[in-house]
């Protein structure tokens, strides 16, 4: 992690940040920025993902292959709605010449970088290893 999270600064004032900043390990010279989890977010996030991890789980129950394959698809959107909710910003990365935003990265972007930013935002939310694959 690049910058320290919440501080104490002078005067006793504590200081948060909306999100930490992290180099990335997959390219180097790029840093993103995760959303830190408050309590509206949570919610927020919750909302986005609850209806299709029901369908999800009903899909991967049943035995028709089509069904595996919509399961996967929704699977797709849940993380896809992880990042359009957790990634804030990107820097030192560019896509088809022009600078990264997080839904360029979503849309164009490398899938190692992608997926690292995915464990990470996962891993701001408190999720563990398990949780983190669903």
């Known amino acids: ?11 006793g004032v504590f200081s948060h940040t909306s999100g ?4 990335s390990q997959e390219c180097p010279g790029v840093r993103y920025q ?24 009903f899909l991967e129950a049943g035995k028709d292959p ?3 394959i919509e399961a996967a698809v929704l699977e797709a959107e849940v993380e896809q709605a992880y990042l359009e909710w957790g990634l804030l910003e990107l ?27 995915l464990g990470r935002i996962k891993a701001e939310c408190g999720l563990n290893e398990q949780e983190r694959k669903n």
């Open 91 to 117: 820097e030192g990365l560019s896509i088809d010449g022009e600078a990264a935003t997080p839904q360029l990265l979503i849309q164009r972007g490398p899938l190692t970088l992608t997926n690292e930013i």
């Open 20 to 23: 930490p900043w992290f180099d």
């Open 1 to 11: 992690m690049s910058h320290s999270a919440n501080q104490q600064t002078e005067g």
């Open 66 to 68: 089509r069904e595996k």
């Open 34 to 57: 995760v959303a830190r989890v408050s309590v509206a977010r949570r919610i927020e996030l919750a909302r986005k993902i609850r209806d299709i991890g029901r369908k999800i789980e």
